[in-house]
């Protein structure tokens, strides 16, 4: 059974840092593009990265750019969201997403995914 989980979401102070962890199941990891993406309340989901499949090239979304890294271990079936100077408006929940057939370039743009996780609730707050 196909399982994304995300986890690593939490309460953290405004300047602050967070990783997020998305661990795969039941799928070849290698093979997918992946990406993370946010809904914020009251607004519509957004991209904040996505990756290729080897790892080796990445898209940033305007959303975070410059304060997240986006990275990922196939042999651990793993990709994490590494966060920095997180901001009051960056509270949100924050999915992760696969898909095999799209560039991390259109995964970003259409967010089409085939699996999507469930999403952690990160909270920025003094």
């Known amino acids: 059974q196909v399982q994304l989980v995300e986890s690593g979401g939490g309460l953290v102070q405004p300047g602050g840092s967070l990783t997020l962890s998305c661990e795969t199941f039941?799928?070849?990891?290698?093979?997918?593009?992946m990406g993370w993406f946010r809904r914020a309340p009251g607004k519509e989901r957004e991209a904040i990265s996505c990756?290729?499949?080897?790892?080796?090239?990445?898209t940033y979304a305007d959303s975070m750019r410059g304060r997240v890294t986006i990275s990922r271990d196939n042999a651990k079936n793993t990709v994490w969201l590494q966060m920095n100077n997180v901001k009051p408006e960056d509270t949100a929940v924050y999915f992760c997403?696969?898909?095999?057939?799209?560039?991390?370039?259109?995964?970003?743009?259409?967010?089409?995914?085939?699996?999507w996780g469930q999403g952690t609730q990160v909270t920025v707050s003094s």
């Open positions: 039941g799928f070849s990891l290698d093979h997918y593009t």
């Open positions: 997403a696969a898909n095999k057939f799209l560039t991390r370039q259109q995964l970003c743009l259409t967010s089409e995914a085939e699996y």
């Open positions: 990756i290729n499949s080897s790892g080796s090239l990445e």
